[in-house]
Nanobody, 125 residues
Framework: QVQLVESGGGLVQAGGSLRLSCAASGSAVSSSIMGWFRQAPGKEREFVAVFNGKNGRPYYADFVKERFAISRDRPRNTVYLQMSSLSAEDTAVYYC??????????????????WGQGTQVTVSS
């Protein structure tokens, strides 16, 4: 049963923009928090951003530095990640996540029950 489906990855030049989308289905729809992690080659999977549907607030990793914006379309069960001013350091596989962790744990990957298959983002310098 498909739960999270990502789209929007691809190849972009440094300084460019991309928008990722993630559509939820099945049990994942009831998750209060949806968002994104990423994993670069040879590195651990890291928190990028999530949107908390309960309080309507976004949460970002420090390295985002106002370059990314996350939003959620509740009726469509979809979360978006608008990325701008991309650099080679943003090259990674981006994973959509969904779950209902406590606020104190929203940056911990083990707290998310649902994961997408990942979408590749490659930024050429």
């Amino acid at each position: 049963q498909v739960q999270l489906v990502e789209s929007g990855g691809g190849l972009v030049q440094a300084g460019g923009s991309l928008r990722l989308s993630c559509a939820a289905s099945g049990s994942a729809v009831s998750s209060s928090i949806m968002g994104w992690f990423r994993q670069a080659p040879g590195k651990e999977r890291e928190f990028v951003a999530v949107f908390n549907g309960k309080n309507g607030r976004p949460y970002y990793a420090d390295f985002v530095k106002e370059r990314f914006a996350i939003s959620r379309d509740r009726p469509r069960n979809t979360v978006y990640l608008q990325m701008s001013s991309l650099s080679a350091e943003d090259t990674a596989v981006y994973y959509c996540v969904a779950g209902s962790p406590p606020l104190s744990s929203i940056r911990q990957r083990e707290m998310y029950r649902y994961w997408g298959q990942g979408t590749q983002v490659t930024v050429s310098s």
